[in-house]
């Protein structure tokens, strides 16, 4: 089980912080915060109250803000997001200030091309220290009691008795604007230059007791036009003790973990625990008491007493209250615990209060913890959500025809749907997940249905004969007679029904006639509006022959009982039939009306001579049509 800590904080001073961090102006008129940590430098914006110091000098000592424009010093208030309160120093303005910064005492000290000043902002009487041998840079700083300049050429060690006597201390050849102190340890704080370089400027480490630069340890991606620190007055920081943070583990095993967290604490400082335990982390485990502490460095010390209290466990009474899963629905438990709003609960997800609805649960063990107010576990509550299974519920069941068959049918199983279940169904020997079935022949069927969780239901279907259904289908039909083509037309009708005609590959309104059909037999389907197979029906087509009037080439009147008469051949159909012979002069020998009678070879009694005879025919066919045929014959005894 993962430890849960109780941490209580005991307040013990509280003054502005002494940290790792110092205030910059910028070029472009910015304040902002600088901190160093071990990835280097990170700047925050805060605000100034008032803008046209945004391109001066700045000082920090203690709690008070000086800013100088050349014209004017005022004095404001430093907080977490900025400068506030600002009022001018004096009246008149003091009419200094290039570089600025403040000793011990608070005074301040401002330079003015070579001269350098003071003033006490609490008796603003301006006091010339005196005149250095080189030109300011940018900013001024107290390192052990001794005042510093950044001037043109390096860091000037100033004489405060006689100033013409200041010598170069570090020479640097990059352009100072401004120099910062950052506490290091009880003895010693570290003096940074600010270079730029470029539109940047490099942080310079100073080693100003062997009076050369240690290198760069970070770079601000602005330019820095003077800094300032709560250690820029050259004082070691006072040890101050913020607070002692007791951490209880749970459960509790009767010690307590003591965290010192102290403002700023140097590399230095020692933390001591009834004089027996002694470490630098400032980090102990002790049994309820009360214990002396000390924060100790080389040259402070700071003591004070702590209480250890010890950390009782009170269970309350608590009462569950649960919705199992059910189907869709997810479960939810939820807790009355007494005296609820001094406990929490706490699951896997995290902490909640005392009267939180835990939902979207399904079906499982959960385990719940109730904490304390000091977040210690003082009960454990096991909590078991069942599964109500889902039931199979049948919306509808819908059959109709196979648009393929003519007597089979298709049936489609609607069931109510769920998200954590899922529906087979079976019938005919068919398993699907769809409840869709097709070409069912006519009968009754069991329709199987099983959940996913084990839940069956058995229901009867019975799929009619959609054959019985169909409509009346009559035809008409014209054979193939002689060389003219037959015809079909069909008709479907039921009710007020639309029935079509597929022949082939295309479809036609009932009542369509088929034309141009030779003889054979030719098969029709009728279809629904929607195309569906209703019935069929084959016609054939008869081939009704055109016998023509056929005369023969040649005939021997010899009275011998063979083709002794000139006329038709058997077999031709005609109607109005008139038939006449002539001679190659023209004459006309013979002429008849009747199909039966034809010509003997003789002319007004007496034999025609051997020879080429000429016949014309006129006629209408079993069609109704006239025809008119002529030909030749030949007369041979």
């Given at each position: 089980m993962k430890n849960v800590y109780l941490i209580i904080t005991f307040l013990l001073y509280s003054v502005t912080a002494y940290s790792q961090s110092f205030y910059v102006v910028t070029s472009n008129g910015v304040l902002q915060k600088v901190t160093l940590g071990s990835t280097g430098a990170t700047s925050t914006i805060i605000s100034n109250c008032n803008s046209t110091f945004a391109f001066g000098s700045i000082a920090l000592y203690k709690n008070a803000f000086y800013q100088a424009n050349g014209i004017q010093v005022q004095q404001g208030t430093v907080t977490s997001s900025g400068v506030v309160n600002c009022s001018a120093v004096s009246t008149p303005p003091l009419q200094l200030g290039n570089a600025l910064t403040v000793d011990s005492t608070g005074v301040l000290y401002m330079d003015s091309g070579t001269d350098i000043y003071k003033v006490d902002p609490q008796n603003p009487v301006v006091i010339h220290v005196g005149q250095v041998p080189f030109q300011s840079g940018g900013d001024l700083i107290f390192y052990k009691k001794d005042l510093y300049l950044a001037s043109t050429v390096g860091i000037v060690k100033i004489d405060q008795t006689n100033a013409a006597n200041s010598t170069l201390h570090i020479p640097i050849t990059q352009n100072i604007y401004g120099l910062v102190a950052i506490a290091y340890s009880s003895t010693q704080n570290k003096i940074y230059a600010l270079a730029v370089n470029g539109n940047s400027t490099d942080l310079l480490e100073l080693d100003m007791e062997n009076k050369t630069v240690v290198g760069t340890i970070a770079t601000l991606p602005y330019i820095v036009y003077d800094a300032a620190s709560d250690v820029e007055d050259g004082e070691i920081p006072k040890i101050v003790i913020d607070s002692v943070q007791q951490i209880t583990h749970c459960p509790y095993?009767?010690?307590?973990?003591?965290?010192?967290?102290?403002?700023?604490?140097?590399?230095?400082?020692?933390?001591?625990?009834?004089?027996?335990?002694?470490?630098?982390?400032?980090?102990?485990?002790?049994?309820?008491?009360?214990?002396d502490l000390k924060v100790k460095s080389a040259v402070q010390i700071k003591d004070t007493t702590i209480v250890v209290t010890a950390q009782g466990i009170a269970k309350p009474i608590t009462t569950i209250t649960k919705n199992d899963e059910n189907c869709d629905q997810t479960g939810q438990v939820s807790f009355n615990v007494s005296n609820g709003n001094q406990y929490t609960i706490q699951d896997a997800t995290g902490i909640y209060p005392a009267n939180h609805v835990f939902t979207g649960l399904t079906a499982g063990n959960y385990s719940f913890y109730v904490l304390n107010s000091m977040g210690c576990i003082v009960d454990t509550l096991l909590v078991t959500v069942n599964r109500i299974k889902c039931t199979i519920n049948i919306t509808g069941i819908h059959i109709t025809k196979t648009c393929s068959h003519l007597h089979?049918?298709?049936?489609?199983?609607?069931?109510?749907?769920?998200?954590?279940?899922?529906?087979?169904?079976?019938?005919?020997?068919?398993?699907?997940t769809t409840g869709a079935f097709t070409a069912l022949d006519p009968g009754n069927y069991t329709l199987h249905i099983a959940t996913s969780e084990g839940i069956t239901q058995d229901t009867t279907i019975t799929v009619p004969n959609f054959y019985l259904k169909k409509p009346s289908v009559t035809y008409t039909k014209t054979d193939f007679i002689c060389d003219v083509t037959g015809s079909v037309t069909v008709f479907a009708k039921l009710a007020d029904s639309i029935y079509n005609i597929r022949f082939g590959s295309s479809t036609f309104a009932s009542g369509h006639e088929f034309t141009s059909l030779t003889a054979g037999n030719y098969p029709f389907t009728i279809t629904d509006r929607r195309g569906c197979l209703i019935d069929t029906v084959s016609v054939n087509i008869n081939f009704v022959k055109c016998d023509p009037v056929i005369f023969p080439n040649t005939f021997t009147p010899n009275k011998d009982g063979i083709n002794d008469v000139f006329m038709p051949m058997q077999g031709g159909i005609a109607s109005k039939f008139k038939f006449s012979v002539y001679d190659r002069l023209g004459a006309l020998l013979f002429s008849s009306a009747d199909l039966s009678t034809g010509w003997d070879g003789s002319y007004k009694g007496a034999a025609a001579p051997l020879g080429t005879y000429y016949w014309i025919a006129t006629y209408y066919d079993q069609n109704n049509f006239y025809r008119t045929q002529s030909g030749s014959v030949l007369l041979v005894r």
């Open positions: 095993h009767g010690k307590v973990d003591l965290k010192v967290v102290c403002q700023n604490p140097l590399t230095d400082y020692q933390y001591v625990l009834n004089n027996t335990m002694i470490n630098r982390t400032g980090s102990f485990q002790v049994a309820p008491g009360t214990y089979a049918g298709d049936v489609w199983v609607t069931t109510t749907p769920h998200t954590s279940a899922t529906n087979t169904y079976a019938l005919n020997g068919i398993t699907n």
